[in-house]
C-alpha cells in the first residue's frame, strides 16, 4: 500500500480507537498490527506523537502493579472533530469510486 495513503488509513483508525477508550502505546500497536501487519511501531509512535503535539491527543502516565508506567492517550475534543472531518472526507471519497464504477 502507499505509504501516504496508509498513514492517512492509520490516522483515521487510531482516533477512532481513541474514541472507543484511552489506550496505551503497546495496545494501540497490537490493534493496529492486527489490521496491517506489516506496521512498525516506529511509525505509530511517531503518528502518536505528531498527534500530541497537534492537540488530537493527550497523553498521562498510569502506574501499573508490576513494571514501569504506562504511557495512555486519549481523544481530546479536537481530536474528535478531526476524526469527524476525515470521516466526512472518507465518505466523500467513497461517492466518487461509487461514481466511477469501483
Given at each position: 500500500m502507499d505509504g501516504q495513503l496508509k498513514r492517512g488509513i492509520l490516522n483515521i483508525c487510531i482516533l477512532q480507537l481513541l474514541r472507543q477508550q484511552d489506550r496505551y502505546g503497546y495496545d494501540l500497536i497490537k490493534q493496529i498490527?492486527?489490521?496491517?501487519?506489516?506496521?512498525?511501531?516506529?511509525?505509530?509512535?511517531?503518528?502518536l506523537r505528531r498527534m500530541n503535539t497537534d492537540g488530537l491527543t493527550e497523553r498521562y502516565d498510569?502506574?501499573?502493579?508490576?513494571?514501569?508506567?504506562?504511557?495512555?492517550?486519549?481523544?481530546?475534543?479536537?481530536?474528535?472533530?478531526?476524526?469527524?472531518?476525515?470521516?466526512?472526507?472518507?465518505?466523500?471519497?467513497?461517492?466518487?469510486?461509487?461514481q466511477i464504477g469501483l
Open positions: 498490527q492486527a489490521f496491517f501487519p506489516d506496521t512498525e511501531e516506529s511509525t505509530l509512535y511517531t503518528i498510569s502506574p501499573v502493579s508490576h513494571g514501569p508506567q504506562r504511557k495512555y492517550y486519549r481523544l481530546t475534543g479536537q481530536g474528535r472533530e478531526r476524526l469527524q472531518e476525515y470521516l466526512a472526507d472518507w465518505e466523500q471519497i467513497e461517492a466518487v469510486f461509487s
